[in-house]
């Protein structure tokens, strides 16, 4: 019998609360759920979870400063997030602080359980692909070296511990360097799949890698975005 994945809901609203963990529960998750930030952190320390669904307006640190210094950490679960702000910016923001999906409220509770499913899809699929590889030689390019039997990244010999996703994606951009690919084809290349409309994620994945490729991820030079066609990732980037 396959064992129940474990969901943490953060939001301040206990109306909400309320209602998703009954949902969820009825979907064969086990959930629990916490009020602000303080309290996640407590659940946190003593409990392991698949994946956190986190509202972004709370009182104390909001959703996006939490979603920051989780994203810092490895062993940190899958985060989706919550928001009033339906709008592409605020997307973004989410995207861009490591949040792995965005819904904005209103919401169907069923569009949220097909969201989970398919965040934990990714984050299971992607280990394959980020798996050792013990014949590969390292690829340099300026100060970094991409490292295949360690699956990490090296910064003038300093080591970079990446996430199995981060890895995984680094590892397809360094096959495919020199050419644009789309976040579909990223997605297909990475977990074999080509028609998951939350692929945005992938944006999330470049953002943190563009903070550890160089100093001004808003001026990225080794991992570019062509307007129209995707990600590249050029060993030769031209960075002051």
């Not at 909400?16 to 998750?29: A, D, H, S, T, V």
Request: hydrophobic share 35%; with cysteine; proline share 5%.
């Amino acid at each position: 019998m396959q064992q129940q994945k474990k969901i943490l809901i953060v939001d301040d609203d206990k109306r909400i609360q309320l209602l998703l963990k009954r949902y969820l529960c009825e979907q064969g998750f086990a959930v629990e759920t916490v009020g602000d930030g303080e309290q996640m952190n407590q659940k946190l320390a003593l409990s392991h979870f698949d994946l956190i669904v986190l509202d972004w307006m709370m009182p104390g640190e909001d959703g996006l400063s939490i979603c920051r210094r989780l994203s810092n950490d490895d062993n940190s679960p899958p985060i989706i997030m919550l928001t009033a702000n339906g709008s592409g910016d605020a997307r973004t923001s989410c995207l861009e602080v490591g949040a792995d999906d965005f819904i904005a409220k209103p919401f169907n509770p069923r569009e949220l359980v097909d969201r989970i499913h398919a965040v934990l899809r990714r984050c299971q699929e992607v280990l394959p692909i980020a798996a050792p590889e013990i014949n590969r030689r390292s690829i340099e390019f300026c100060p970094y070296q991409i490292n295949f039997l360690e699956r990490c990244l090296y910064k003038d010999n300093c080591k970079i511990n990446l996430t199995d996703s981060e890895f995984a994606l680094l590892k397809v951009l360094a096959d495919y360097a020199g050419t644009p690919l789309s976040r579909e084809r990223l997605a297909y290349l990475i977990d074999g799949c080509t028609n998951d409309p939350l692929n945005r994620s992938i944006d999330s994945q470049v953002s943190r890698l563009r903070r550890l490729l160089q100093s001004d991820p808003m001026q990225p030079c080794y991992l570019q975005t062509i307007r129209g066609h995707g990600y590249i990732l050029a060993f030769n980037g031209n960075c002051e």
